[in-house]
């Protein structure tokens, strides 16, 4: 079983649809973290949590709600979504140590979920 | 604000070429990290190497090397001696310093490798 597993990988959606994507980390971490990939873009940070309190929402629109209702488990919720929101989503997670140098800081990604919104 | 720029986009080489790729940073923190990772077609980002800021150390791994170079902002990576596996978008990422919860990265646009047999 692989660290960080993304549900559904392959996800096409109307514009008013709701859906959820879904992310669970096997590897015992404490954050976890929302990633867009879009076309020609560089990857930008949508959502982290960690130790299950949102710390960092990067101007995300309304339309992208992300829950974590506990230290493994992560999910976006989607609701009237627009074409250009069609991206690969990609899930994270890291071993947050808190303050100090000690944190090493890497994120372990999983696969993804690729959207289009029709 | 943190910027990470990789000129290149796309390189395209032989098997056994070695090829090189650039990674230029900017950030106001003295103490920070630097990442690689590799994307295969699959999707998933596959961490490659961490370095943090003071250790400024050339590193090898196998087919992978890295230069670090503080003076100039920039973590090069180098792999020798390609093969078609490697064939790849690989992402620089920059961390800022652990002040705040979360490890948030800044992300380099991508090189996109490929290498044909």
């Known amino acids: 079983e692989t660290g960080v597993t993304q549900t559904p990988r392959h996800l096409v959606m109307g514009m008013t649809n709701k859906k959820s994507l879904k992310c669970e980390q096997h590897?015992?971490?404490?954050?976890m973290y929302w990633y867009k990939q879009s076309a020609k873009k560089p990857l930008e940070l949508m959502f982290v949590y960690s130790l299950e309190e949102r710390v960092e929402n990067n101007s995300v629109p309304s339309r992208f709600s992300p829950e974590c209702p506990n230290s493994s488990h992560l999910f976006l919720h989607l609701h009237t979504l627009q074409p250009e929101d069609s991206a690969l989503y990609l899930c994270?997670?890291?071993?947050?140590?808190?303050?100090?140098?000690?944190?090493?800081?890497?994120?372990?990604f999983g696969e993804g979920s690729r959207l289009t919104v029709l | 604000a943190q910027k990470v720029t990789q000129a290149q986009t796309e390189i395209s080489v032989v098997e056994k070429e070695d090829v090189t790729l650039d990674c230029v940073y900017e950030t106001r923190d003295t103490t920070y990290y630097l990442f690689w990772y590799k994307q295969p077609p699959s999707g998933e980002l596959v961490f490659l190497i961490r370095r943090n800021s003071f250790d400024e150390q050339n590193e090898i791994s196998g087919r992978y090397s890295w230069n670090f170079q503080k003076s100039t902002s920039s973590f090069n990576f180098t792999i020798t001696a390609s093969q078609v596996v490697d064939s790849a978008v690989y992402f620089c990422a920059l961390s800022e310093a652990p002040r705040a919860a979360g490890n948030k990265l800044t992300f380099g646009g991508g090189t996109r490798v490929l290498v044909k047999p």
């Open positions: 590897l015992g971490h404490n954050a």
């Open positions: 994270a997670s890291s071993q947050d140590k808190g303050q100090g140098i000690g944190r090493t800081g890497e994120l372990f």
